[in-house]
């Protein structure tokens, strides 16, 4: 079992520039989040998906944030223009459906730079 | 939502017994008590969650108070890879209802 893959591992971009975090769920796990995790700020939700439907965004900061996931095996995280507070580590977790109690099981995280 | 309170942080002495208090003293009647723990440069993983009963599995053990307003992560004997961040989180009861990480408690562990 491969676990949660994300890509790339680390991306340092530029202010302003577009930045996309791919993510691919564990296979068969019908839920999908993405966190955000900064010192000042902890560990935060973004979004997530229930069967590729995103059933709370309520964490995304801002309209420079967008998530897709056009199927069930494939998600992305967009910033669009990025800026330098949206440095943070970015992890992607998936959970098996059933019960939301199941565990969820994270990614290794993509380390983003923007300067 | 009900929060949880833990100390900042712990040591222990490696192969001894270790006890991580979490307090939630506005814990619901529907909220779960998870705990992940997060190694360092990866991402958090699961060790347990418990709802009233106390709880087992390979990895620790989950001692819940009778009146569910704290509770005990219990790793049995303590190795250096257990050093991590280890996090109480009240879950809601509702299927979409999400998992809120707070601070953590850091664990060191000594050799």
């Given at each position: ?19 996309t ?11 999908l ?50 800026e ?5 580590v ?19 995280g ?6 | ?62 001692a ?47 050799p």
């Amino acid at each position: 079992d491969a676990g949660v893959i994300q890509s790339p591992r680390h991306e340092v971009t530029e202010m302003g520039q577009e930045v996309t975090l791919r993510c691919k769920p564990i296979s068969g796990h019908n839920s999908l989040f993405w966190y955000r995790q900064t010192m000042m700020r902890g560990l935060e939700l973004l979004i997530y998906f229930n069967n590729n439907v995103p059933i709370d965004d309520s964490g995304m900061p801002e309209d420079r944030f967008s998530a897709k996931m056009p199927n069930a095996s494939f998600s992305t995280l967009k910033i669009q223009p990025s800026e330098p507070r949206d440095s943070a580590v970015y992890f992607c977790a998936s959970r098996q459906g059933g019960h939301p109690n199941n565990e969820q099981f994270f990614g290794p995280g993509t380390r983003l730079t923007v300067l | 939502d009900a929060k949880t309170t833990q100390p900042n942080s712990m040591e222990s002495n490696e192969e001894e017994p270790v006890h991580l208090p979490c307090n939630h003293s506005t814990i619901s009647g529907t909220d779960y008590i998870h705990w992940y723990r997060q190694l360092p440069s990866q991402g958090p993983e699961y060790v347990i969650h418990g709802l009233t009963s106390n709880v087992n599995n390979r990895m620790a053990s989950l001692a819940i108070a009778e009146d569910r307003k704290s509770s005990t992560l219990i790793l049995h004997r303590a190795t250096l890879r257990d050093a991590a961040v280890y996090y109480c989180i009240l879950r809601r009861t509702g299927a979409n209802s999400k998992l809120t990480f707070g601070k953590g408690i850091t664990l060191s562990v000594r050799p």
